[in-house]
C-alpha cells in the first residue's frame, strides 16, 4: 500500500480506526515520522500510547502528558481521552526510547501503540544500519517514510547514512537519489522492510509533497506498486 498522506485523515485513510481496531504501529525511515507519531495520536481511537525506541527531542511531546518508566499497572490507567508520551529517561534535551519487549508487554494493556521506532537525524530520506529500526513483534503495521524533498537530490547532501542507501540503490553517493532509487531501498529486504516482523502489514507514507516534486512523487509511487 501507498499512501500520499493526507495528515487530517490519516488514520481513516489507513484503516486504523472502526470497532475492536486495536493497533501497534511502527514508524521507520526519514521524512516526517514524529508528525505522523502524533497525527496518529489524535485519530486513533482509545487508550494510546506514544513512545520510540530510539531518541527523539525531548520537546517533541507536543504538551502531553509524559510517562518515564511507568510500571505496568500505570500503563492500564490511560485514559482513553488523552494519548500519553512514554520514554525510559530523559537526558538533556533528548528523551530515551523504551525497550520493544516493553511495547510488546504492554500492546495486550491498551488500544493502541504508536512507535518512532528510527532515526535520521532530521534528514528525509535513509537506509537503516545494522542495529535499526527497533522494532517489536507484535507490530500490526510499518509505516515508512519518506520526506519527497530528497528526490532528484544528491545522496550525500540529503540522506542519512547515504553510503548504505547508494550500496541499496546500486549506486554512488554522489548521485542523484531518482525516483527508481528511492523505491530500492525503500523495497529492499535491507531497506525500509528490515526487520518488519512476519504479521505486519506495511505502507509507505511520502510526506513534503509540492507542486514543484509532484512529477518525482508520482513516479516513486510508480515504482511501488
Do not use: Y
Not at 93 to 117: H, M
Request: charged letters at 25%; proline letters at 4%.
Amino acid at each position: 500500500m501507498v499512501a500520499l498522506i493526507r495528515f487530517s485523515d490519516l488514520a481513516q485513510s489507513l484503516n486504523l480506526v472502526g470497532t475492536g481496531k486495536r493497533n501497534h504501529i511502527a514508524v521507520v525511515g526519514g521524512g516526517g515520522k514524529t508528525s505522523i507519531l502524533h497525527a496518529l495520536g489524535e485519530q486513533l481511537v482509545g487508550t494510546t500510547i506514544l513512545t520510540c525506541t530510539t531518541k527523539m527531542r525531548s520537546d517533541q511531546h507536543q504538551n502531553r502528558q509524559v510517562l518515564l518508566s511507568p510500571k505496568d499497572d500505570r500503563i492500564t490507567r490511560i485514559s482513553a481521552e488523552n494519548p500519553v508520551m512514554v520514554w525510559r529517561e530523559i537526558q538533556g534535551e533528548k528523551a530515551i526510547g523504551v525497550d520493544k519487549a516493553a511495547c510488546d508487554r504492554w500492546f495486550p494493556l491498551v488500544d493502541n501503540i504508536v512507535v518512532e521506532a528510527d532515526g535520521a537525524r532530521r534528514r528525509p530520506f535513509k537506509a537503516p544500519a545494522e542495529f535499526e529500526p527497533v522494532v517489536a513483534d507484535s507490530t500490526t503495521l510499518m509505516i515508512s517514510t519518506i520526506g519527497a524533498d530528497a528526490l532528484g537530490k544528491v545522496i550525500s547532501e540529503q540522506c542519512h547514512r547515504p553510503l548504505l542507501v547508494a550500496a541499496l540503490a546500486r549506486c554512488e553517493p554522489h548521485e542523484r537519489l531518482t525516483p527508481m532509487r528511492a523505491a530500492e531501498v525503500i523495497l529492499h529486504d535491507q531497506g525500509q522492510r528490515k526487520e518488519i516482523p512476519l504479521r505486519s502489514g506495511f505502507c509507505v507514507a511520502i510526506t513534503k509533497v509540492d507542486d514543484v516534486n509532484m512529477a518525482d512523487v508520482e513516479a516513486l509511487i510508480e515504482r511501488l506498486h
